[in-house]
């Protein structure tokens, strides 16, 4: 996932979105932009995302925004919600889960 925000191009965008869409549904994970730029922060510190200049930061946030906005989109999220309630996991926050893939 980190990798992929890095270079962001090609099929990247949607491969995000479906990491996103797979950890909500396997694990009821909610994903925020500060919690997806923590969780590189401190699961992916080789990369240096604590180093980005301000410009750096602001492009990774964008991206983040926007793989989160493919992952549940208005359309698709009311869709899914309507047709799959009762069969979600549980929503947690991301600081409620231990998460070990990095």
Known sequence: MALKLVRYEKKDPDDCAAIIRLGFAQRGIRWTVAGLEQWISDRCWLMGYNN??????????QRIQDAIARAFPPSLLGAHLSSSAGHRPPQRT??????YFS
């Open 52 to 61: 980005y200049q301000p410009p750096q930061k602001a492009q990774l946030r």
């Open 94 to 99: 991301t600081s409620e889960t231990a998460l």
